[in-house]
């Protein structure tokens, strides 16, 4: 594929026509300087990727032609982050590289010892959030764009989310995440499969209170550990995910 590709949402396609507005219509006229008759790549927030020919640019709107649609490239396994919220940079680091490693959904978490203030301009952090992981989808030449939800607290996670196996990294206790991945891979015909969905929730900097902890795993989490080592929290949350999309989605 193109490098140059570009996101379209389900809403702006009509049939074999599709309509391309604001930032990625800016991308493409003004920084790829793309012209009528010249065929690009774009994705929608479904994964589904079409090949277009671009039939008129104007100052507002770019209108193409769909000559061929791909099919979607669905994970195996569904898999979502739910994350409680760290500061600034290392949100952002997660958002990226998560994105790279074709994760599902995104749930920014509240927890008792999460020490980022939201309340202001939240609605400017989700978007700045959406951003980066569009960034993040162009750049690793996938084409699923993760969810990311608002800030949620966490006893309202576990009371609403329905995910087939949900596991709750922990640095007390629980097997090793590793061992619990290979037990589920289905190589050998005693195995069991993947399951079609994972949620994985990573604490904030402090670590969960104990409340927090057994309340998780009293609703039904499964703790999990990366080792002995003490690793920071999103050093933490990305080995998790690095170690699911081994051994569930390649």
Request: hydrophobic residues 40%; positive net charge; charged residues 30%.
């Amino acid at each position: 594929m193109t490098s140059n590709r570009f996101f379209i949402k389900k809403s702006d396609i009509h049939s074999s026509t599709l309509l391309l507005y604001g930032d990625e219509h800016h991308h493409l006229s003004r920084v790829a300087r793309i012209k009528p008759e010249e065929k690009v790549w774009l994705f929608d927030e479904q994964g589904a990727n079409y090949l277009a020919k671009v039939e008129e640019i104007r100052k507002d709107m770019t209108r193409l032609s769909i000559l061929q649609t791909l099919d979607k490239n669905k994970p195996k396994v569904k898999i979502t982050l739910a994350q409680a919220i760290l500061k600034s940079k290392k949100m952002d680091l997660i958002i990226q590289k998560s994105t790279e490693l074709a994760v599902t959904n995104i749930i920014p978490v509240l927890t008792a010892r999460t020490i980022v203030k939201v309340e202001e301009k939240i609605q400017k952090k989700i978007e700045r959030w959406k951003k980066i992981a569009l960034e993040a989808v162009k750049q690793s030449q996938r084409s699923f764009l993760p969810s990311i939800s608002s800030p949620t607290p966490v006893k309202k996670l576990i009371e609403e989310r329905r995910e087939e196996k949900k596991l709750l990294l922990s640095e007390n206790r629980g097997k090793y995440l590793r061992d619990i991945l290979i037990e589920y891979s289905g190589s050998e015909l005693n195995m069991p499969k993947p399951p079609s969905s994972v949620l994985i929730l990573v604490g904030p900097e402090g670590g969960w209170t104990e409340e927090e902890e057994e309340f998780i795993l009293s609703n039904g989490y499964e703790a999990v550990s990366l080792g002995v080592q003490t690793l920071r929290a999103e050093t933490a949350a990305l080995c998790g995910l690095v170690l699911i999309s081994h051994f569930w989605n390649l």
